[in-house]
């Protein structure tokens, strides 16, 4: 099947420095990718749409200068996490629809800021 | 807007036990709906998935059937393993739009199997 990775699968940064999250669509093209944050034991909560070619939509809620988001090709988004703070410690799970419509997830990224 | 109820968890049980997490939807249209299952740090996989009513989505022993009737998409499995041990999340995908842009999860049922 369809498969979507995700690096790093973990790290650890200071406060106030910028962490980038990659997505990739390993076996097909996605246009479209969606950027997912996981709290502890709480469910996804999907943050932005990242569109190929134009500007990521960002959910209410989502500050869009702080987490940059870059669809540099039809196989790669990239999120950025700006001056992060112990705040923005989470997981971070990006999905990509197949061509067929289905959606894949990434294994998941966790950021932790100390 | 959209939204999908999970039985709260968690939920344990002994090996070969039935397993039955409710799962019941709110949305316009007609939904595609899933079962992703989460193992411990990792990301969602596809369980399984039913894309119109009365379908019956069924992946390595578990079963959902999608019941419009009752806006339902109940997760059952007759003999639970301790390798089913995971959080379990019924989501859905509004019909109008595949690439998710209202793809709701629930709150994810934790399941653990004791042997």
């Known amino acids: 099947g369809a498969v979507v990775s995700q690096h790093p699968s973990w790290v650890i940064c200071k406060s106030g420095t910028s962490v980038k999250i990659e997505c990739r669509s390993l076996?097909?093209?996605?246009?479209?990718m969606f950027w997912y944050r996981q709290f502890p034991k709480q469910s996804l909560m999907l943050m932005a749409t990242?569109?190929?070619?134009?500007?990521?939509?960002?959910e209410q809620g989502v500050e869009k200068d702080k987490f940059l988001i870059n669809h540099a090709s039809l196989t790669l988004s990239t999120l950025t996490v700006t001056s992060a703070h112990p705040e923005d410690s989470s997981f971070y799970i990006c999905?990509?629809?197949?061509?067929?419509?289905?959606?894949?997830f990434g294994p998941g990224t966790r950021l932790t800021v100390t | 807007g959209d939204s999908v109820t999970q039985m709260e968890g968690p939920v344990t049980l002994s090996e070969e036990a039935f397993l039955t997490i409710n799962c019941t939807y709110t949305?316009?249209?007609?939904?595609?709906l899933f079962w992703y299952v989460q193992y411990p740090g990792e990301g969602l996989q596809l369980l399984l998935k039913?894309?119109?009513?009365?379908d019956k989505g069924s992946n390595k022993g578990f079963e959902a059937t999608y019941r419009k009737e009752t806006t339902s998409f109940h997760l059952e499995k007759g003999s639970v393993q301790v390798s089913d041990s995971a959080v379990y999340f019924c989501?859905?995908?509004?019909?109008?739009?595949?690439?998710?842009?209202?793809?709701?999860f629930g709150p994810g049922t934790r399941l653990s199997v004791l042997p």
């Open positions: 949305a316009t249209g007609y939904p595609s």
């Open positions: 999905s990509a629809p197949t061509p067929a419509y289905e959606q894949y």
């Open positions: 989501a859905l995908s509004g019909a109008r739009d595949n690439y998710g842009q209202n793809f709701v």
């Open positions: 076996d097909f093209q996605a246009t479209t």
């Open positions: 990242s569109n190929e070619g134009s500007k990521a939509t960002y």
């Open positions: 039913a894309t119109k009513a009365d």
